[in-house]
């Protein structure tokens, strides 16, 4: 079955740094666009950053640029946020999501988040 789990979230300072991993399984992940959004107390589920099945022409929400990196490895199956210059408003829960459209369908698959606190 498909499987998205995320890892790496944790507790940290301001100004520290996190990697997330989102290790896939059960489908095509060299297919897919792979994608991390966030979602904070409160608020909606907002973008944060997303590679392409190919591994180029990358794409970050603007409260993120300069400071997250997303890369992937297709023979491992995994997807990573490189997350630096972390601030309190980067608290959040993180998920990874896969998506593919093919065919007239839509191909949508979520992890179950991990947390990130950013607090001294």
């Known amino acids: 079955q498909v499987q998205l789990v995320e890892s790496g979230g944790g507790l940290v300072q301001p100004g520290g740094s996190l990697r997330l991993s989102c290790a896939a399984s059960?489908?095509?992940?060299?297919?897919?666009?792979m994608r991390w959004y966030r979602q904070a107390p409160g608020k909606e589920r907002e973008l944060v950053a997303l590679?392409?099945?190919?591994?180029?022409?990358?794409n970050y929400g603007d409260s993120v640029k300069g400071r997250f990196t997303i890369s992937r490895d297709n023979a491992k199956n995994t997807v990573f946020l490189q997350m630096n210059s972390l601030k309190s408003e980067d608290t959040a829960v993180y998920y990874c999501?896969?998506?593919?459209?093919?065919?007239?369908?839509?191909?949508?698959?979520w992890g179950q988040g991990t947390q990130v606190t950013v607090s001294s």
């Open positions: 999501n896969a998506f593919r459209r093919a065919t007239g369908r839509e191909y949508d698959y």
């Open positions: 059960g489908f095509t992940f060299s297919s897919y666009v």
């Open positions: 590679i392409p099945a190919a591994g180029s022409m990358t």
